[in-house]
Antibody, heavy 126, light 112 residues
Framework: EVQLVESGGGLVKPGRSLRLSCTVS????????LTWFRQAPGKGLEWVGF??????????EYAASVKGRFTISRDDSRRVAYLQMNSLKVEDSGIYYC?????????????????WGQGTLVTVSS | DIVLTQSPLSLPVTPGEPASISCRST???????????LDWYLQKPGRSPQLLIY???DRASGVPDRFSGSGSGTDFTLKISRVEAEDVGVYYC?????????FGGGTRVEIK
């Protein structure tokens, strides 16, 4: 059974750091695009960024709002993707979702986000 | 960035009746290969989003045929032929023409 499970969320003060994990199972993650989305409380969905599979160079792309502060990485041997969040701001609060899509994540293209994690809540507050 | 605008914001529906949601893009999502890079997602209350429609009009695996997508370029529509109680939630359109991936603001479908 395919599963993605996020962890690492919590309450953190502005300016501090937090690292989220996305642990996958039930599939070989090597050639999947692993993507992070977030949703502020009561708001819509927002793309955070993604990392391509090893065979596609493990390249990353980020939303402008997090570029330079957030870093996505992956360790396929441990079946985990990470979202390192630095210099956190109040507006970074929300539920963070991890999802997968097969292939290189080349755009324009269909990204088949077929399985999602349940999300982990991040609250940035003083 | 590509901006997607959905309407209406809220859609009260009677079970068994049809429903329609619009998504308009500030740029054409039609690529030279003939594909429209516009997907529809449903987020049921308390749940993660689920893919309904991809490439403008193709139903994802397991999605009931009462859901259909249409449109091209900058104007797209999601239709539910006969709404069921389990269809409540927030519907989002999303474009995958280019990064940043962007979503519409969402349409909340509720049962009257």
């Amino acid at each position: 059974e395919v599963q993605l499970v996020e962890s690492g969320g919590g309450l953190v003060k502005p300016g501090r750091s937090l690292r989220l994990s996305c642990t996958v199972s039930g599939f070989t993650s090597d050639d999947y695009l692993l993507t992070w989305f977030r949703q502020a409380p009561g708001k819509g969905l927002e793309w955070v960024g993604f990392i391509r599979g090893k065979i596609y160079g493990e390249t990353t792309e980020y939303a402008a709002s997090v570029k330079g502060r957030f870093t996505i990485s992956r360790d396929d041997s441990r079946r985990v993707a990470y979202l390192q969040m630095n210099s956190l701001k109040v507006e970074d609060s929300g539920i963070y979702y991890c999802t997968r899509a097969p292939g290189p994540g080349k755009l324009p293209g269909f990204l088949d986000f077929d399985y999602w994690g349940q999300g982990t809540l991040v609250t940035v507050s003083s | 960035d590509i901006v997607l605008t959905q309407s209406p914001l809220s859609l009260p529906v009677t079970p068994g009746e049809p429903a329609s949601i619009s998504c308009r893009s500030t740029e054409s999502l039609l690529d030279s290969n003939g594909y429209n890079y516009l997907d529809w997602y449903l987020q049921k209350p308390g749940r993660s989003p689920q893919l309904l429609i991809y490439l403008g009009s193709d139903r994802a695996s397991g999605v009931p045929d009462r859901f259909s997508g249409s449109g091209s370029g900058t104007d797209f529509t999601l239709k539910i032929s006969r709404v069921e109680a389990e269809d409540v939630g927030v519907y989002y359109c999303m474009q995958t023409l280019q990064t940043p991936l962007t979503f519409g603001g969402g349409t909340r479908v509720e049962i009257k």
